[in-house]
């Protein structure tokens, strides 16, 4: 049945049935109380703007559902078989949105919050102004910043082989080898620590191997016990004293 067939007489009335159409132009609004199929190799249907507007298209094409825009010859979204949804320019969602898998190929702008309860994983560059982390975080690379890097909780630097570094050239590296655990120190000036107090310690304990004070004493420990202090005129020694070539100067012992 020809759409041409049907005359004038279609106008204002309701059309149960007429077939198959192979043409229908409609002026107006068309209004459809059940299904309306649309079947063809490539089926389409086309949105024609009079005011000058953007004209749209609907298509499936090869099992891609594709919104296209027909006034400047651009894909804007497809939602393929298998689900995979592509939007080709900015999309704008006001309220909240569930996704499973998002996968940005370019630049992607949030205003708001970003709350991922899942995985994220970026391979290319990406600029973060302010981050903050409640859970683990794993670094399998190298993890630069330019700026400062505040932790309100535990870092873990978990391999045998990776360390820790400071300065232009790596001069000071912080790292364990499987066995061991070092500071080293290459560059060309000192290695200063400072404090109030230094105190070098039994790990697990409060018990002190050596002590130094700024401006006063310094005191070695045997198994906690001081037997060496420095002081104003000279060292305090507490125990037997044992020289294999003899003594010089004056000897005050108790």
Known sequence: LNATTLGSGVVNSSLTSVGTLTSLNVSGTVT?????????????????????????????????????????????????????????????????????????????????????NGS???DGHTNLDNVSIAGVTTATGTLNSTGGIILTAN?????????????????????????????????????????????????GSTEAMLKAVPDAEVNLYFDGINRLKTANGGVIITGVTTSSGGFSGNLTGN
């Open 32 to 116: 459809s109380n059940g299904n309306v199929t649309i079947s063809n190799t490539a089926p389409r249907l086309d949105f024609v703007d009079t005011d000058n507007n953007s004209d749209y298209r609907i298509t499936n094409s090869n099992g891609t559902f594709v919104v296209y825009d027909v006034t400047n010859a651009a894909t804007r979204l497809s939602i393929a078989s298998n689900g995979n949804l592509s939007v080709v320019n900015n999309l704008d969602v006001d309220g909240q949105t569930d996704l499973d898998v998002l996968n940005v190929a370019e630049l992607a702008t949030f205003t708001g919050n970003i709350d991922a």
């Open 120 to 122: 994220i994983d970026v």
């Open 155 to 203: 870092m873990s630097v978990a391999s045998d082989t990776a360390k820790v570094f400071f300065g232009a050239s790596n001069d000071l590296s912080i790292y364990h080898n499987g066995s061991a655990s070092y500071i080293d120190d290459v560059g060309s000036g000192d290695l200063s620590i400072r404090g109030s107090s230094v105190i070098l310690g039994k790990p």
